[in-house]
């Protein structure tokens, strides 16, 4: 498989209320070249097994104690695949779908 255009990395801890919502957005948008990486950094309340429902292509995981905005993002970059990195924090929802 060829790499995506772009690799929408999503920090998440503790989500499991907004997650689904960001992911269906996501997954709802009319570009289809992209994949999604989730960086969790110790979520407890479902996060991740909601996440799972979704095609996403990876959860890469980090120790509450390692977490930092950016280290979280660099996990993310270094996981990517894709030629754009496209950042969300786990409470934020698209709008639109383009």
């Known amino acids: 498989m060829s790499s995506p255009h772009a690799s929408i990395v999503v920090r998440c801890y503790n989500e499991q209320e907004h997650i689904g ?22 979520s407890t309340d479902g996060t991740i097994e909601t996440a799972e429902q979704y095609p996403i292509e990876d959860v890469i995981y980090i120790s509450p104690e390692e977490f930092s905005f950016g280290r979280a993002l660099n996990y993310g970059c270094e996981a990517a695949r894709g030629d754009i990195c496209v950042f969300a924090s786990a409470h934020v929802y698209p709008t639109r779908d383009d």
Request: proline share 0%.
């Open 21 to 42: 919502r960001l992911l269906h957005g996501i997954f709802e948008q009319n570009a289809d070249d992209f994949e999604v990486l989730l960086v969790d950094s110790g």
